[in-house]
């Protein structure tokens, strides 16, 4: 008994993966951090992966991949199909996923990277989520540069002429944001060709940049952005933004934006949301991550 209580006071309290790289100089089983190389090739992939397929992504050889495998197997955490000899999780993982998501506060995670964010770009920003009125912000941080008054705790943005707004109209199903378009727009003008093409242009936009983007509704000459964050199964849960005067390097990209950008998706990975392996760049361009391109 005396032993087991002096392991677990031995061990670290919520150190993060990052903080014991980049800070304490640990020594830690290099056999551990290899199997989980090896958890995260078959997690990355879109289906149950071969031998081969699991060393490259994992940067081992298939010989060496292969005895991690077997151990992976017995333990539950992988899974091995007797026909095709393919490889994919197991059980444990799955239980293991389902245990760390359940601790997870999405509401936490978003401000504490709203905080962060804002800090960084000395921006405003704000967190909304999908209320009974609409996009309403439910976190609200004042950022320097730019005094924006007429926007704090309880805001709820319009759908039409918003970024936020913007991102719901996006990525929530049109039986939702029906109510709030008929208070918008009233009359004839909400069957209208016109109306439904700005429609179709908002949306088709948002999706393919992956924000929202709009200048001078709110404070004249100041734009607006607005990204999405997802939960595990591709739900829109919240939508971070920023309100400040556009700053854009001679390349064309908005380093403000390229942070709330990349700030959505890093909580939605926190959430487990397995987002397209695309990084998307201020300009309105996409990347690939693996390739640079």
């Known amino acids: 008994m005396a032993k087991a209580k002096a392991v677990r006071e031995a061990r670290p309290v919520k ?36 031998l081969g397929e699991v060393a490259r992504n994992s940067d081992l050889s298939p010989s060496q991949a292969r005895r991690y495998l077997v151990s992976l197997v017995r333990c539950g955490l992988a899974t091995q199909d007797t026909a095709t000899g393919r490889y994919d999780l197991g059980s444990r993982s799955l239980r293991i996923g389902l245990a760390a998501l359940a601790r997870v506060d999405a509401i936490e995670l978003a401000s504490s990277a709203l905080k962060d964010m804002v800090a960084k770009i000395h921006e405003a920003g704000s967190l909304a989520v ?108 919240a939508v971070l933004a920023i309100a400040g005067p556009e700053r854009r390097d001679a390349k064309g990209h908005d380093s403000s934006v390229e942070a709330l950008v990349n700030a959505a998706a890093l909580v939605s990975e926190q959430l487990c949301h397995r987002p397209p392996s695309l990084l998307v760049a201020a300009n309105g361009k996409s990347k690939d991550k693996k390739n640079g391109r």
């Open 15 to 50: 150190k993060t993966s990052e903080a014991l790289s980049s800070g304490d100089k640990l020594q830690g089983i290099q056999s551990v951090e290899t199997g989980f190389a090896v958890l995260d090739a078959l997690a990355d992939g879109d289906g149950p992966l071969s």
């Open 130 to 237: 999908w209320g009974d009125e609409g996009p309403t912000v439910i976190r609200w941080l004042r950022g320097g540069g730019i005094g924006v008054t007429s926007l704090g705790l309880g805001t709820i943005f319009p759908l039409l002429s918003s970024a936020t707004g913007h991102v719901f109209l996006a990525h929530l199903p049109n039986d939702m944001t029906r109510d709030k378009l008929r208070r918008e727009v009233s009359g004839p003008a909400l069957s209208s060709v016109e109306l439904r093409e700005r429609l179709e242009t908002i949306k088709s936009g948002v999706l393919k940049s992956g924000y929202g983007w709009l200048k001078g509704h709110f404070v004249d000459n100041i734009r607006g952005a607005a990204a999405p964050i997802f939960d595990s199964q591709g739900e829109l849960i």
